[in-house]
């Protein structure tokens, strides 16, 4: 599926695969994508999408294994966990979009960094912010030839 988004827009092709990758499950992601990631985020007003496509690929296993994650250098790919919630594929497809986790874990526990609690990648149940979405746009225009999704400025 793809990423795509509008004022401004952003196109990163994704697919889900394995056998826990039900139309319940993906249905589930890609509404938790969308609803994450459309509105107004400070200056920017974002619209999400989310369609096929195959530039990364996200494994779903039938039963519950372990943490959702998105391998790290820029791999594009990772493991959803199918009993996760909406909000996690969200967090997770930040990863996919350049953003890094901004929590740490301590004695089992996920602790925010300061100044990123309550957003989608520092704290469980967090929003997406105006930052979260300059940083995407700042990451993108770092290297073109990134397979973070293409986008399409604001201005």
């Known amino acids: 599926m793809n990423f795509l988004h509008e004022r401004p827009g952003y196109h990163s092709p994704m697919t889900y695969i394995g056998a826990g990758a039900s139309p319940t499950v993906i249905n589930k992601f890609n509404s938790g994508i969308e609803d994450a990631w459309s509105g107004p985020f400070g200056q920017y007003d974002v619209r999400t999408k989310v369609v096929e496509g195959y530039e990364n690929t996200i494994y779903v296993p039938s039963i519950t294994t372990e943490r959702s994650f998105v391998y790290s ?3 594009c790919s990772g493991a959803w966990d199918p009993v996760e919630e909406g909000w996690v594929a969200a967090h997770e497809a930040g990863h996919l ?3 890094p986790d901004f929590y740490r874990d301590i004695n089992g526990k996920s602790v925010p960094m300061p100044g990123h609690d309550k957003t989608i990648m520092g704290q469980y149940g967090g929003d997406i912010t105006e930052d979260d979405i300059t940083m995407i746009l ?10 973070y999704p293409k986008i399409d400025p604001p201005f």
């Open 73 to 75: 250098d820029n791999d």
């Open 97 to 99: 979009m350049g953003l």
């Open 138 to 147: 700042f990451y993108n225009a770092l290297s073109s030839t990134s397979s």
